[in-house]
């Protein structure tokens, strides 16, 4: 009897330790158990995937025979989605929290292949509803109520890209393709986060000073002007060494953009870039031509900074320091947490207990760490909730983006509580106007309740930056990407010399005369992963103009606004993007909505100018 009490109690001591195994999660990692507790149950969701491929494959054929054919085939294919959104997210969040973990390397490629196995099995669906008589869909939205009420902007784009979808047949040959064309954006992201070895650079007092893609941006915001020289020159000596690789890798994407754009009979890459944004050429084009009718304000910025900065010539690493900020910046975590509660409390009480709720479960992987993957993102789960990857650093850049980031986080919530997985995956030209009003409103927060003149102007110089880095900086990015695309698709033939060419003479421009345009700027457009994403950047540029306009109305507490604001999260992509935001008062195809932007920026600077000279 003693030994069998021995051997229960046993049994539930190692229960207790699995089980306290099992829920203990480091405060600043994901709690990835959220979506998939252990290997088993993967494996187990992985099964039944496949299972529910065949629940959507069943209507390959019939389901221009009825509206319910139709509706039945979409709400399996929710559940599909859903299910292959969770193993999906669950793969690549553990690989980017180790990117040499070799088992995590293994799942990634796996789930890689499943997501293929995916695309391939539900790709006839467009191409089936698309080659039905005209008017068939639109009969089919008239008849059947719940087809319209739940999938009525699926069918209408499906109706609206008719031309652009081809035969079942190339389709699926496309669809087997998928992970192939996605393979430069894969293999610069391990080349640069992974093998790069970055060469350290002399402090201040002679100690050496690990270079990492994270710390660069630190280092160019130093004080010590020797610092950023040699930050710099460290960064891009790397680039430089390999700038062929990475441009066969970049070129490669291009063609591949500018070929599939050709087969599905668009005017351009740059059509079927927007067209899939749920854009049009028509907001890029406005965009670029207001910046450039713009730039005299970054040319007087960059003065403003010269003067600041008491240099005779303003490098182009020297534009990053903020020359007013006289503490050290070592904003810890949980400072910086209370600084976006606060912040965002006008915003309303169920969006501040949201961020709450993500802060205290996990929902953010917090520090740097090595061979995690760089930059930040917040990835939705339409099941679970969303995931956000930082690297924070303790800088005050490090709270905006923390705030940035729970922007998209709150626009997935919204979404994904309102909508079904395919309603709520709203397009990207949406998705960056969350995150950015959420950091003009930090910054507003900021500069309002501090008192004294020197901090004030300095915080004033960050937004500055960042509207700088946001609205101009992007859309030079943009600029070089439609120049470079276009150049492909009048079959012109491309080297790295001729793209760090095209690359330095727009820097040159948006910059301006009186800013030295040093030769290593060149291949900057190497280290921009973004591109691999083609004609992603520029909404980052139209997500700061129509935040610009949105934070500006929820400061002034327009009456409803709020609430206005928040139904439009709530839509997720459910209606068309510009069309989501005319409803807050954006129009991004009209002059008039950026000028709002540049105004902001002026102001800004004037009164920047006036806290300097009082």
């Not at 629940?55 to 294919?77: A, F, P, Q």
Request: aromatic letters at 10%; a negative charge.
């Amino acid at each position: 009897m003693g030994a069998f009490k021995i051997l229960i109690l046993k049994f539930f001591y190692d229960r207790i330790m699995s089980v306290k195994e099992e829920c203990f999660v480091n405060e600043y990692d994901w709690n990835l158990k959220e979506i998939f507790k252990d290997d088993e149950e993967i494996e187990e969701a992985i099964n039944r995937l496949y299972k529910e491929i065949d629940n959507v494959k069943k209507y390959k054929g019939i389901l221009g025979d009825s509206s319910n054919n139709v509706l039945e085939c979409h709400r399996n294919l929710t559940v599909l989605l859903e299910l292959e959104e969770k193993i999906y997210a669950y793969a690549m969040l553990k690989y980017h929290q180790d990117m040499s973990n070799v088992e995590a390397i293994k799942l990634y490629k796996r789930v890689e292949k499943i997501g293929t196995d995916v695309s391939t099995s539900t790709s006839f669906i467009s191409p089936e509803l698309s080659s039905l008589e005209d008017g068939k869909l639109e009969q089919f939205l008239n008849e059947n109520e719940e087809l319209r009420k739940e999938f009525n902007k699926s069918i209408q784009d499906i109706i609206k890209e008719k031309k652009h979808i081809l035969s079942a047949d190339v389709e699926e040959v496309l669809a087997n393709y998928s992970e192939i064309f996605a393979s430069t954006e894969n293999t610069y992201d391990i080349f640069t986060n992974t093998e790069f070895e970055y060469p350290s650079i002399k402090g201040e007092n002679g100690e050496e000073l690990e270079v990492t893609s994270a710390l660069y941006q630190k280092y160019l915001a130093d004080k010590n002007p020797e610092i950023r020289k040699q930050a710099f020159e460290a960064m891009y000596s790397l680039y430089k060494k390999h700038i062929n690789t990475i441009t066969e890798l970049y070129l490669t994407r291009v063609k591949t953009r500018v070929i599939s754009s050709k087969l599905r009979k668009y005017a351009s890459s740059l059509d079927a870039a927007t067209s899939n944004d749920d854009s049009t050429v028509q907001v890029y084009e406005t965009l670029l031509k207001e910046v450039n009718k713009n730039l005299n304000l970054n040319y007087e910025y960059m003065e403003v900074k010269r003067k600041l900065l008491n240099l005779d010539k303003i490098h182009v690493y020297d534009v990053y320091v903020n020359a007013l900020e006289k503490e050290e910046q070592n904003i810890q975590y949980e400072e910086a947490q209370k600084t976006v509660l606060n912040a965002l409390e006008v915003m309303g009480d169920e969006y501040t207990s949201m961020l709450k709720h993500a802060f205290n479960n996990n929902w953010i992987d917090v520090f740097e760490k090595k061979n995690k993957m760089s930059g930040g993102y917040s990835m939705g789960v339409h099941s679970v909730h969303p995931y956000i990857l930082l690297n924070y650093i303790n800088t005050s850049r490090d709270v905006s983006t923390l705030a940035h980031e729970l922007g998209h986080t709150m626009h997935s919530f919204y979404a994904s509580k309102n909508q079904n997985i395919i309603n709520a995956n709203y397009t990207i030209t949406v998705a960056e106007v969350a995150s950015t009003v959420n950091e003009i409103i930090l910054a507003n927060y900021l500069i309002n309740k501090e008192t004294d003149k020197v901090k004030k102007a300095a915080l004033i110089n960050e937004q500055l930056d960042m509207i700088r880095a946001t609205l101009i900086r992007q859309s030079m990015f943009a600029e070089f990407e439609k120049e470079v695309h276009s150049k492909v698709e009048a079959n012109e033939s491309l080297t790295s010399e001729n793209l760090n060419d095209i690359y330095y003479k727009l820097v040159k421009k948006y910059f301006g005369e009186n800013v030295i345009i040093d030769e290593d700027i060149k291949y900057e457009w190497a280290r921009v992963p973004h591109f691999y994403r083609c004609f992603y950047v520029y909404k980052y540029a139209t997500g700061i103009t129509s935040a610009i306009v949105i934070a500006n109305k929820i400061l002034n507490k327009e009456p409803g606004y709020v609430d206005k604001y928040i139904k439009m999260l709530s839509l997720g992509g459910s209606k068309g993007s510009l069309d989501l935001l005319r409803m807050v008062d954006v129009d991004l195809e009209k002059e008039d909505t950026y000028e709002i932007a540049f105004n902001y920026f002026r102001k800004n600077l004037e009164e920047l100018n006036k806290l300097i000279n009082d």
